[in-house]
């Protein structure tokens, strides 16, 4: 049982845009950024937002991200087959001193 | 460009014990708060534990206290994870890592089996 909640798949075709909730708490997301992973199959999480809303150089603008109050979304607009993926949410726990992490949204490209 | 290379992964009996290492390089390793995660196989990600900058405090998650230790030494750029007692439920990749910046390794293969 993930501490953070992301629901388990979604799904969209080429162009479409779709959007990955993730809900936590007043000890997390209430209190602290969110960070977001693409995972694609054997190979390490790869950072895709920051703080939020911030993109890393090289990753494209049709990522985005946004938080409110305990929950946070990753938006990707303009589909595209390669983001076919794992997506995870991540945020710093006040409470546990660490990190807290959703459970997983495997993003399929239809 | 930053690099993390993990090592020490391997094959275990339920019960044994086994030392992860992570070489770090190409950023100020010892500027960093640094954490071990965790991915069982078909899983998600899993904090196990992590240091502070300078060793003087570490945290765990529940089902790894007081038989997983993290350690560092800055002099060396190197992260350190003693995990003893080990389980079956241990199974994962174990990944070094530091969440925050997105800084991760390849990870290694930890496998508790009899």
């Known amino acids: 049982q993930s501490v953070l909640t992301q629901a388990p798949s979604a799904s969209g075709t080429p162009g479409q845009r779709v959007t990955i909730s993730c809900s936590g708490s007043s000890s997390n997301i209430g209190s602290k950024d969110v960070n977001w992973f693409q995972q694609l199959p054997g190979t390490a999480p790869k950072l895709v937002i920051y703080s939020s809303n911030q993109r890393p150089s090289g990753v494209p603008d049709r990522f985005s991200g946004s938080k409110s109050g305990t929950s946070a979304s990753l938006a990707i607009s303009g589909l595209q087959s390669e983001d076919e993926a794992d997506y995870y949410c991540a945020s710093w726990d006040v409470s546990l001193n660490g990190w807290v992490f959703g459970g997983g949204t495997k993003l399929t490209v239809l | 460009e930053v690099q993390l290379v993990e090592s020490g992964g391997g094959l275990v009996q339920p019960g044994g014990s086994l030392r992860l290492s992570c070489a770090a390089s190409?950023?100020?390793?010892?500027?960093?708060?640094m954490s071990w995660v965790r991915q069982a196989p078909g899983k998600g990600l899993e904090w196990v534990a992590n240091?502070?900058?300078?060793?003087?405090?570490?945290y765990s998650e529940d089902s790894v206290k007081g038989r997983f230790t993290i350690s560092r030494d800055n002099a060396k750029n190197s992260l350190y994870l003693q995990m003893n007692s080990l389980r079956a439920e241990d199974t994962a990749v174990y990944y070094c890592?530091?969440?925050?910046?997105?800084?991760w390794g390849q990870g290694t293969l930890v496998t508790v089996s009899s």
């Open positions: 890592a530091d969440p925050g910046t997105g800084y």
């Open positions: 190409g950023f100020t390793f010892s500027s960093y708060w």
């Open positions: 240091i502070k900058l300078d060793g003087s405090e570490q």
